[in-house]
């Protein structure tokens, strides 16, 4: 059974940093671009960052220069390095499988809240 195991939310105030990491488990995910979406209270889930098995990585301009994505293959984990947090950045962190075969099955762990507040 393939699952994807969020964990490091939690409260932080502006200018903090957080770990996300998730654990991924029962499938080879070398073959799956991995990614952080988000979903804040009334908006609709966003990307924030990927990265691909080769280890390239693409973020939303809103993370830019902030956020740090990462992966190790050998332990099928991702990583999400968050720091200069802002109020704007809370939300519902998930973790992504994208296949590259899209005829494959696409991932959700189950979320993880992030809060910024003062």
């Known amino acids: 059974q393939v699952q994807l195991v969020e964990f490091g939310g939690g409260l932080v105030q502006p200018g903090g940093s957080l770990r996300l990491s998730c654990a991924a488990s029962?499938?080879?995910?070398?073959?799956?671009?991995l990614a952080w979406y988000r979903q804040a209270p009334g908006k609709e889930r966003e990307s924030v960052a990927i990265?691909?098995?080769?280890?390239?990585?693409n973020y939303a301009d809103s993370v830019k220069g902030r956020f740090t994505i990462s992966r190790d293959n050998y332990k099928s984990m991702v990583y999400l390095q968050m720091n200069s947090l802002k109020p704007e950045d809370t939300a519902v962190y998930y973790c992504?499988?994208?296949?590259?075969?899209?005829?494959?099955?696409?991932?959700w762990g189950q979320g993880t809240q992030v809060t910024v507040f003062s």
């Open positions: 992504n499988a994208r296949p590259y075969d899209r005829s494959w099955q696409e991932y």
């Open positions: 029962g499938t080879n995910f070398a073959n799956y671009a």
């Open positions: 990265i691909t098995s080769g280890g390239s990585s």
